[in-house]
């Protein structure tokens, strides 16, 4: 089965008009769990990322199984008021709403190449401004990883206009 497959949609959640592609049921079923883990370790084994970073909350799933598997850090970039330290931040605009996302300032060092990994791409909202956040410690972003990507929503067009490297084991037109 496809990964694809997998995925759940439930219209008009959490605003009407928004088609909601749930991952819960990929997780759900092991079977889609380890396919969608399994098709990132292929892509990122002997790569030499230092770091992964992972967008809250979604993220979180993808990335830490990808972490251990690869022998990487994880880098937890989480809503506004969540992280303990001391943080940098960058606001940003979704599909459904706005919100505000923050990095510990000492997670990520000058030089370190570092994979963005999150469970979806619509907008690109969210990817930008962890972007941002990667770069404002003057670290590589050397790909951005998703298990979805919608099309439609433009933000795969955006980080690559961007110059920015897309990886995305589906997508829903
Ligand atoms: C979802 C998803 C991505 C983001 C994608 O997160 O997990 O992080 O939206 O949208 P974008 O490309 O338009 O930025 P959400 O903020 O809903 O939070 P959650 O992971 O905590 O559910
Ligand atoms: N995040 C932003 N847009 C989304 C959508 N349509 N489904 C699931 N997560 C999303």
Do not use: Q, W
């Amino acid at each position: 089965m496809s990964i694809i497959s997998y995925i759940r949609t439930i219209a008009d959640y959490p605003k009407k008009g928004v088609l909601f592609r749930d991952i819960s049921t990929l997780f759900l079923d092991p079977r889609g769990l380890r396919k969608a883990i399994d098709g990132l370790v292929m892509r990122y084994s002997g790569a030499g990322i230092d770091k992964i970073a992972v967008i809250e909350a979604r993220g979180f799933l993808v990335g830490a199984p990808l972490a251990y598997t690869l022998g990487c850090g994880l880098v937890l970039i989480r809503k506004k008021g969540k992280l303990p330290g001391s943080t940098i931040g960058e606001d940003y605009a979704l599909e459904y709403g706005t919100d505000r996302i923050e990095m510990h300032d000492d997670t990520i060092v000058a030089g370190e190449k570092i994979l963005l990994v999150d469970d979806l791409l619509a907008t690109g909202g969210s990817a930008l401004a962890a972007i941002r956040l990667i770069e404002k410690n003057g670290a590589e972003v050397y790909e951005t990883a998703f298990l979805v990507d919608l099309p439609d929503l433009g933000g795969s067009k955006k980080l690559k206009a961007s110059g920015y490297s897309v990886f995305t084991l589906c997508e829903f037109e």
